[in-house]
């Protein structure tokens, strides 16, 4: 995709979005959280509402006409989903409520019924706890065992010791593309490539890739990819899980009911084609309309272009924060996503978070669901700002004034 | 909502110079407390004479609000007995969770902490604390949370 002509229009890309133009706490509302959740620009909105006012219906369900439209919105979205992964089929697209949701189906319907006592899951230090908790709770329930490559102190895997702990018995590597405590961009092509050249399969957590950085399975080679819809500007609870057809159709079904069946007997039941067989249940049907019109307005602003925007901002607000005593930056890769965290020393990041939050600047404050990564870096939590496309150097500017403001309070 | 209200100067001096901060190595019963949110933990260590408290520390890594609450808690409930220490806890709790409340002359320096009401989000911070001298209080080992 070519997107080096457009100039990127942050100011037109802010009109996009209703939420930013309102007021918090006195103060013009500066959203730092987008690794958190990102907001819905208009074509999303639009989209829902357009789908609610018009198409609504159950599914694969009925013949008449809304029930029809209803099928194609959905459909739909699974084949614009399939073209922004760019997965062979959309037998491969499988929607879920979002990444936590697909990894834990794999670990479910892949590695559960495949590993036992022997058997090695490995991860890495930064991951996730969605991305921890699905693979102990497969070692609790088969007896495998989980492996963790450690982080360097800049917060990038050592990737020489993953490569050493990838063993004959590592049956599966999950890690993640982007970190979402320290915004580290993972050495995801080499990480798959030996992996599968051990045997092992592999599963990456795009959560946070997904807004930065175009994703083509094939060429990166994954057997599995999971996201969520509202990191990249779409609806919460709604997500996908990529996974090689050959992979997916081997699986057993995780969750049974309606939808997931071709024949239902008090004897037996047959069960239903790739991907509906992961699909029990009414889905988010509106989620996948929401998440298909964010794909587009991604892809129509450029995902490269997008891309450089934040890098700007994420190289500007580093060099701002890197000037405040006292602040120090956690997790300073060679390659990042537009995610800073960083603590101030006296004052603690919940502290921070309220401080400024009263000058109209939300961030994250905590562990952000990392808490081996907090442990790593021996500190309780940190605070966080992300940038997405409709952030501005203005908005870090008013970070680096609310820190200011935080240093003032607790002099 | 006032920054100014939530971080008094009793607040600051207490956070940044906690009383009664650091292990009692003879206490008859202590608890962990961890609030799971923010990383949060503290021990509380008691030591009593019958139902009084004789001497009561605290020790942990947390927010101003958490540690300053808690120093503050411990200047307290020294010297009290364990039905006026939950009475104190009560007028506490009702300080952090009703913005308009006039703090009750007793509660004394812990009047300060009004301001937490005003931060809903910040009202476990200043409660774990108390959560963890109760547990202390009734012997538990156990660790407690806020969750």
Redesign the interface.
Known sequence: MSTAAAPFDVTRVRRDFPILAQQVNGHPLVYLDSAASGQRPNAVLRAVERYETHHHSNVHRGVHALSQAATEAFEGARERARRFLNARSRREIVFVRGTTEGINLVAQALARPRLGPGDEILITGLEHHANIVPWQMVCEQTGCTLKVAPIDRRGELDLDRFLGQLTARTRLVAVAHVSNALGTILPVERIVQAAHSCGALVLLDGAQAVPHTAIDVQALGCDFYAFSGHKLYGPTGIGVLFGREELLEEMPPWQGGGDMIRTVSFEKSTYNDLPWKFEAGTPNISGAVGLAAAMDYLEGLGIEAVAAHEQRLLALATAELSRIPGLQIIGTAAHKAAVLSFTLSGCHPHDLGTILDSEGVAIRTGHHCAMPVMTFFDIPATARASFGCYNTEADVYALVAALGKAREVFG | ?D?KD??RDVI?DHNRQPRNFGALTDADAHADGHNP?????LTVWVQLQGERISEVRFEG?????STASASLMTEAVKGKDTATVRRLYEQVHTLLTHPNSAPDASLGKLAALAGVSE?P??VK?ATLCWHTLNAALERSADAVTTE
Do not use: H, P, S, V
């Open positions: 909502m920054l939530l971080y600051l949110l923010c990383g949060d933990r890594k947390g927010c101003a609000i931060f989000a910040r911070c």
